[in-house]
């Protein structure tokens, strides 16, 4: 049996133990007070729920990517050799990222591509941390109710405008005879326009700006449930304000900065569109590499490979970081 | 090391709201002083004024003769203990003591020698390392008391701190602050709305009403000589009979009541024709006629056995009841409901006090 067909059988386990969870519901828990599973929901209903729930599972999750997984263990084909003889199991597509199979030399443009996007990944969210935080514990500890309506909207409503506009918008106030820079050039500040773009100031921008609300609100909520007295506890006890946050708010809210910080990073890695429209034009994300082979390239395998090796490498990454500032992965979705 | 507060006129305002009105006061280093009364009376707002957390609109307040205006509360000799203890859960009993000696420098070997000591002041010997939450509420209330004591405060804030246990430990707690307080010597400055613990506390109490002290004096003179109508309806269980005074006599007044004249002490002086509010406390009357009192009929609604005593609750003027409490040892017939009594009071104990708004119940 084929690999690809073999990935087909896990959603008839994944039926096969949900319907077993059932089974083993209703025989084995005699409590009198709690129904069974189909004697809760009625034949129909509980059959429609398993159904439901095994479609979620695995259409919508679990099959998308093990079809991804298995198609990054197997060569680049034309279609018509799909299944044939050529088609067999191969590490190939994932050593291509370490050295070029067209010219077996270390593939150092990937590999730097990737350490890039990580690296400004990292800055991007150090950056909407820095921005967030003192934002979140005004809104959350300090404000009025009022001041921080007023602020909720000012943050949401630029959503409303789609990403691809917002990133054009930033290009050109950011561009070498953009907005900035004639009003920096026109003041005498600077003689010749800074080239924005090209340092990439316009992504770093971008990408913090695209996922800022992603850190606020775990932020706003963590700090948000802390209760007052604590702080006051602590000044009152003669600390001043750096050691409030250092020793009060900063361990209380840990869960909420690493949940923020998580999905600030993982997005920034996995994003696509502000790279592509703020980088500037030396600048490879690695995401537009994987973007590339699938669809300029139709390398699906290596592309699916390359996904699956920033995929692991960013959860590596959170996982050390977790592990550092002694946070459970439970913890940050509470 | 203790030293006195001082309020100078001191008011404070939210807005239209004014919270605190022209509270004047002075009280003593190492006195165990107590502000009592209804919540939203404004005693936690004076709290928060004297630890630096507020700002008072007008008047000063003074630490130790020092005028505190414009020194935030890190830097107040003064330490609070919150309602909710607001204990750090993240850290240790140790660290949670040690916390304010922490943030003043001072080094790990003189912290842990401090800590010891404390925890054995507390009656915790060796808990430091237990984490807040393995405490049970009277060691956390404890601990609590011991962080605040660690960074040698002169004047200790306690805002309703026994509120959150339970009544027996309440009791018990009542007594350790006071041999606390004793022991350390230094200002103990205490908000609560439970009058047990402000009488058997405190060296002197002030009464609080809607932002204003009614009435500062110890504990029994606010028991037996409350200045105003809102202190003897607010301290203890009091029978209001309001009415007009038709007659002043010297030290005595009689009240023209909706019970016919009653005669009680007129420590205002108030004249003829005076509205005023005759008080009577239900131990000080008695449900028999007796030579030279006042008395007065009326039916029995209920009866309550409380074991020592028992709670004898009468027809009063409107809607409110009066109440006369008999002892077991007094002799007293207890009637039935239903009952036609006769109340009667030594008119040296009922009190005649100007009109003014009571204590709700």
Known sequence: ?334 | MSAGVELDHITVRFGDFTAVKDATLDIKGGEFFSFLGPSGCGKTTILRTVSGFLDPSEGAVRIGGQDMAGIGPNKRPTALIFQNLALFPLMSVFENITYGLRVRGVGKAERMKRADELLEQIALPGQGKKLVSELSGGQKQRVAIARALAVQPKVLLLDEPLSALDLKLRQHMRNELRSIQQMVGITFIYITHDQGEALTMSDRVAVMSDGVIQQVADGRSVYDEPQTAFVASFVGENNALPGTVTKADGEFAVVETGFGPLRGRNPHALREGARAILFVRPESAQLAPSQNSSSFQTKVRSVAFEGNMTHVFLEGAGKKEVMVTVTRHGGDIVPEEGETATVSYEPRLGLVLPEGSLARE
């Open chain 1, 1 to 334: 049996m084929s690999s690809r067909t073999l990935v087909f059988i896990v959603p008839l386990v994944v039926i096969a133990f949900f319907w077993l969870m059932a089974r083993w519901e209703s025989r084995h828990v005699k409590d009198a007070s709690k129904k069974g599973y189909f004697e809760r929901n009625g034949k129909v209903l509980g059959i429609a729920f398993i159904l439901l729930v095994a479609f979620w599972t695995v259409f919508l999750v679990a099959l998308p990517y093990l079809y991804m997984v298995v198609e990054s263990f197997h060569p680049k084909l034309p279609p018509m050799e799909r299944g044939g003889p050529n088609d067999y199991l191969t590490l190939q597509q994932y050593g291509s990222f370490f050295v070029s199979p067209a010219d077996g030399e270390t593939n150092w443009l990937h590999m730097s591509t990737f350490f890039f996007s990580i690296l400004i990944s990292i800055i991007v969210t150090a950056i909407n941390f820095t921005i967030c935080y003192p934002l979140a514990y005004y809104m959350a500890q300090a404000g009025s109710a009022q001041k921080v309506r007023l602020i909720l909207l000012g943050l949401i409503v630029p959503y409303w405008v789609n990403e691809i506009l917002r990133a054009f918008a930033l290009r050109l106030m950011l561009a070498t005879k953009g907005l900035i820079n004639n009003i920096l050039v026109a003041a005498g500040l600077i003689n010749t326009p800074i080239d924005f773009l090209g340092d990439n100031v316009g992504l770093y921008v971008g990408l913090s700006y695209a996922y800022l609300l992603v850190m606020m609100f775990p932020l706003y909520n963590a700090i948000e449930s802390l209760d007052k007295n604590q702080i006051e506890a602590a000044r009152d006890l003669g600390a001043p304000w750096w050691r409030i946050h250092k020793d009060v708010v900063i361990p209380h809210a840990k869960p909420g900065i690493a949940s923020g910080c998580t999905m600030v990073f993982m997005f920034s890695a996995g994003a696509l569109a502000a790279p592509q429209f703020l980088g500037g034009t030396r600048t490879l994300w690695f995401t537009s590499v994987i973007y590339n082979f699938f669809f300029q390239a139709f390398n699906w395998p290596r592309g699916s490979a390359y996904s699956f090796i920033l995929l692991a490498a960013c959860i590596a990454l959170v996982m050390l970081m977790l592990r550092l500032f002694k946070v459970s992965l439970g913890e940050t979705i509470r």
